[in-house]
């Protein structure tokens, strides 16, 4: 019988746990951290990382624990996979003194993934928390994870935010639709009086109400055009994109012809028109509240109430109506062009008949007034879908030319903002959009007693 070989034998697993030392020392580079690994592995931590600022240490240390290795993702899927851990890991990590993150390491995509255990361990039964869930994309370890990881690091927000003074970036939204196709030339020609003389009523007729002067979309040269009789072809001046935008009157005429455009569209889509710019959900057939199941990004589909009767808390009867509305015009910023969309409300006593001035003024400013930014953003979003249904772009008709508007806002990005100030687009659509209509209906009817 051979003796037992008195060599030690190489943990053959170590290789593999080493990519993981090696990815998160390379990682606590790009998170402007120090990475100080244990010198014993064998009590549950891996080492820890203390963020530094302009080179310099800041005491702000989260602990790390590193499982490295295909073994670790189980139940794998398109979006995520789990980790089961230790009954022994949990009851260690739960007890540490600092903030504690977990990474799993992939080897095989060479990409980490972290979330902070004591969080998980706060929001889940202790009795289901073996199981732990990562998301790919959501729990992804990348330098853009710096923001996310200083809020375990820091829990003061005050220290959080001077610390991220140079890394807080703020998307900030607006309620403009660029414009990104327009017709390539407006017209302009004089009327000759000869011909108006011996015109038939009707075309005469149009030439009056055009002042006396042709201008279009369209050249009315064209063998179809219906004023082409009625138009002395050697005064026909053509204004070719962008030139006819840098004159007041092509311009006027052609931003007058987008926003009629934009109502015909809009009383196209089934709404009713209150004024130039104003135009609201109407009932159903009916007469009962409209419900409208739209689809935002990530395929959800909340339900919206776009017109429906207020029933008053003390009367329990129809006190008035609500009727989502969107106030649709074009304008111009900084020599470029945008339809601009602004949520607001309409109120009416039947759901039809328009509320007096006075009552409809104290119901909107006191609507806007509970508004907040999260939820203006969700009414612009409902609309771009409502007005796109789904497309690329709103296709507008201009005789027969097009003019084309995106369907994305502009949007941009300022180099400061609040760490705890964020709300994601997911959170931002399913947010209810809506208040307490009992607390507006009172404040309505005290600024009404008071004018009186």
Not at 258 to 267: D, E, G, K, Q, Y
Not at 334 to 342: E, K, N, Q
Not at 419 to 430: G, M, N, R, T
């Amino acid at each position: 019988m051979r003796a037992k070989s008195a060599e030690k034998l190489l943990n053959p697993n170590q290789p593999t746990e080493q990519l993981g030392l090696i990815f998160i020392q390379q990682m606590a580079h790009e998170l402007r951290a120090i990475w100080r690994p244990t010198p014993n592995d064998d009590y549950g931590l891996d080492g820890e990382l203390e963020f530094t600022r302009d080179g310099v240490v800041t005491g702000f240390i989260v602990k790390v624990q590193i499982k490295s290795g295909a073994s670790y993702l189980r139940n794998r899927t398109a979006s995520g996979f789990d980790y089961y851990a230790s009954a022994s890991d949990l009851a260690y990590w739960s007890k540490v003194g600092f903030p504690v993150i977990l990474v799993i390491y992939d080897p095989d995509l060479q990409a980490g993934y972290w979330l902070d255990v004591k969080r998980y361990l706060n929001q889940h039964d202790s009795a289901a928390t073996s199981k732990i869930r990562f998301s790919l994309r959501n729990n992804r370890l990348s330098a853009d994870s710096l923001l996310d990881l200083s809020e375990v690091a820091i829990a003061d927000e005050v220290e959080r935010t001077e610390f991220l003074v140079d890394q807080i970036k703020e998307t900030l939204h607006t309620n403009m639709l660029p414009v990104v196709g327009l017709p390539p030339s407006v017209y302009e020609a004089e009327f000759s009086l000869k011909r108006l003389v011996g015109a038939a009523e009707d075309g005469s007729a149009l030439a009056k109400e055009s002042g006396g002067k042709y201008v279009g979309f369209r050249d009315p040269r064209d063998l179809m055009h219906p004023l082409r009789s009625y138009v002395d072809p050697d005064s026909v001046k053509q204004h070719r994109y962008p030139d006819y935008l840098k004159r007041a009157a092509t311009r006027n005429y052609a931003v007058g012809r987008w926003n009629a455009a934009i109502r015909v569209f809009l009383a196209g889509r089934g709404l009713v028109q209150k004024d130039q710019e104003t135009f609201y959900f109407p009932p159903d057939e009916n007469n009962a509240a409209r419900k409208i199941t739209w689809e935002s990004m990530r395929g959800r589909t909340p339900e919206r109430q776009v017109a429906y009767p207020y029933i008053g808390k003390q009367s329990q009867s129809v006190v008035f109506w609500v009727h989502h509305a969107c106030r649709a015009a074009f304008c111009e910023i900084g020599g470029h062009f945008f339809l601009r969309l602004t949520p607001a409300y309409v109120f009416t006593r039947d759901g039809n008949a328009l509320l007096a001035g006075k009552e409809a003024g104290a119901l909107s400013t006191s609507r806007k007034s509970k508004d907040r930014n999260y939820q203006v953003l969700n009414h612009l979003m409902f609309w771009l879908w409502f007005l796109a249904e789904g497309n690329d772009e709103i296709t507008l008709t201009l005789d027969d030319s097009e003019l084309i508007v995106a369907a994305s806002y502009l949007q941009g990005e300022a180099a400061f903002g609040i760490p705890a100030d964020k709300k994601s687009l997911i959170e931002i659509v399913a947010a209810d959009h809506d208040i307490d209509w009992n607390e507006l209906e009172a404040s309505a009817a005290a600024e009404t007693t008071e004018d009186e």
